[in-house]
């Protein structure tokens, strides 16, 4: 059984049911919230490992509740939207989303998509206190921890969600290797590659604007054209 709770905000309380069941017989204890302003507060009360966020919403749409959340803390979040267009999907990613599910859906691959985020997001956050410091990364100013989960770019903290610091981290570790984005997500989302490349796009170009300071301004990660990215030595 898996005793995390969970978050679904969706106004839609028929799809916010079906989902909450599937996840319950996983085990997962799930919380329900209509809009994004009772999804907030309920998130500021109440420890939840993991939220699943429609987009439109009212009162506040799930693009706002997502800023929000990203300016506190660096949970996993898996949109929802009805909305099937390529720009939808890299709106969502951009605003701080880990994952994106079209409607409709068939709440198998969403219970799979939970477990994937899950999976990454308990990794990153286990904590050994028998490992020593080894497990820093260190680049070019950039300082990767895998096991406090600590970025910093200059000595500057780089607040990174679970998948930017998996992509990064995959990439720190093989320096001088060049990952096409097919090859990220299969590594880092654990699953088939079964969609365009602008969800990896996108993260990557997350993760490059968060390392950008003042003291850097040369790109970190390099784009190879027609191949993919890498971290140079």
């Known amino acids: 059984m898996n005793p995390y709770h969970l978050l679904i905000v969706d106004d839609d309380k028929e799809i916010a049911d079906l989902a909450g069941i599937y996840l319950n017989n996983e085990g997962y204890k799930v919380m329900k919230a209509a809009n994004g302003r009772e999804a907030l507060h ?6 939840f490992k993991l939220v699943i966020l429609d987009i439109m919403m009212p009162e506040m749409d799930g693009l706002e509740v997502c800023r929000r959340i990203r300016e506190k803390g660096n949970i996993p979040i898996i949109m929802l939207s009805a909305k099937s267009e390529e720009m939808d999907k890299i709106l969502g990613l951009s605003t701080g989303a880990d994952d994106y599910v079209t409607k409709p859906f068939h709440p198998m691959e969403l ?8 999976r990454r997001y308990l990794l ?15 680049v070019r100013g950039l300082m990767v921890n895998k096991r406090t989960r600590q970025v910093t770019m ?6 990174l969600t679970p998948t930017e610091f998996m992509i990064l981290h995959l990439m720190a570790s093989n320096l001088g290797k060049v990952f096409s984005a097919e090859e990220i997500f299969e ?14 796009m996108v993260h990557i170009r997350k993760i490059r ?4 300071t003042h003291a850097n301004e040369t790109e970190l990660i390099k784009t190879v054209w027609g191949v993919g990215y890498k971290i140079e030595k």
């Not at 990153?124 to 260190?138: G, Y």
């Not at 590594?187 to 990896?200: G, I, M, P």
């Not at 604007?209 to 950008?212: T, V, Y």
Request: glycine share 2%; charged share 35%.
């Open 187 to 200: 590594k880092v989302w654990k699953e088939q590659y079964f969609e365009s490349k602008n969800t990896v």
């Open 42 to 47: 309920m998130l500021e009360t109440f420890p």
């Open 209 to 212: 604007e968060k390392l950008k």
């Open 154 to 159: 200059d000595g500057q903290d780089i607040t």
């Open 124 to 138: 990153l956050n286990k904590v050994d206190p028998s490992v020593e410091d080894e497990n820093s990364l260190h």
């Open 111 to 118: 219970v799979a998509r939970v477990k994937s985020q899950l």
